[in-house]
């Protein structure tokens, strides 16, 4: 039925089931991955949430080669439209993939993980009541009780490990946890990356990526601001692979219309997975913004950012062998 006065999100509920059955009525296709807990759920087993990954790709043809791509989507709880974002491309390849050769292609060739809502219980909180805007997790032990935007929990796109800061004050809407990677949801994603791809840079933020040989795609829906962002987000020097980091956004930016931009020009950050994927294993990292608000309204979501942003996603995959 949808969030109530957004019908075309579905709830966190809904979006778990929608998976369940998609992985149920697609064995062929599609593996449906438990990689770990959400805070609420490492609390009370019978609490919070399963961290889900739902694995497209032809699972009948182990033998050939595959290119990975992740898409994860949700990590802000308020942030509505990436979340069904990711969920409608599962649903486009999985619809086509027996038509259209273009898809069929991608899921026998590739590899397409998608994290459907990377902070569920965030979620939960921000669909109870819209007027809080929930951004972090809710672990309770860090600006104790609070709720909304500065309430209580982490913020979980400030907590990866890759250039973190502390910035101290719990109840900030940004606030980045105690040390890095201190939040299961943030476990349960770099464990699960770093084992899909290999690791391809140096441990130097100035080493470079050999672009002959590099691969992989990491992609992290957001909202808002109609962006498409690349590292780094912590520094306004350049990544050692600035030029292709830069072209790949302008391909990307050609399908939804959105300014292409380092991250640091909408403003300096530390512990992004962005700049994690990239900093760490050397994978290209993206951040796409998507929309003009948090809780979008479903004529824009249903008519500009599904499809403009399902043909940079399908161009992201196609690119993920040798990017």
Known sequence: TGIPGYTCYR????IYASADTLAANNPDLVQLLDIGDSW??????????????????NRNTPSVPKSDAFFMSGIHAREWAPPELNLR?????????ATNADVKWLLDYNRIHLVLSTNPDGRVQDEANQTWEWRKNTNNNYCTGGTG??????????????????????????YSGPMPNSEPETVAIMTYVAGIFPDQKGPNPGDLVNELTATGMFIDLHSYTGLVLYPWGYTYGEAPNHDSLRAMSYKFAYYNDYLPQKSTKLYPTTGTTDDWAYGELGVPGFCFEVGDEFHQECSVFENEINPDNQQALLRAIKIARKP
């Open 11 to 14: 709830t966190i509920t809904e």
């Open 149 to 174: 935007e500065n309430g209580r929990g982490a913020d979980l796109n400030r907590n990866y490990p890759y250039a973190w800061e502390n910035n101290y004050n719990q109840c900030y809407q940004t």
């Open 40 to 57: 609420e759920k490492t609390q009370n087993a019978n609490a919070g949430w399963d961290m889900e990954v739902l694995v497209l790709g």
């Open 89 to 97: 491309l599962a649903e486009y390849l999985l619809a086509n993939y």
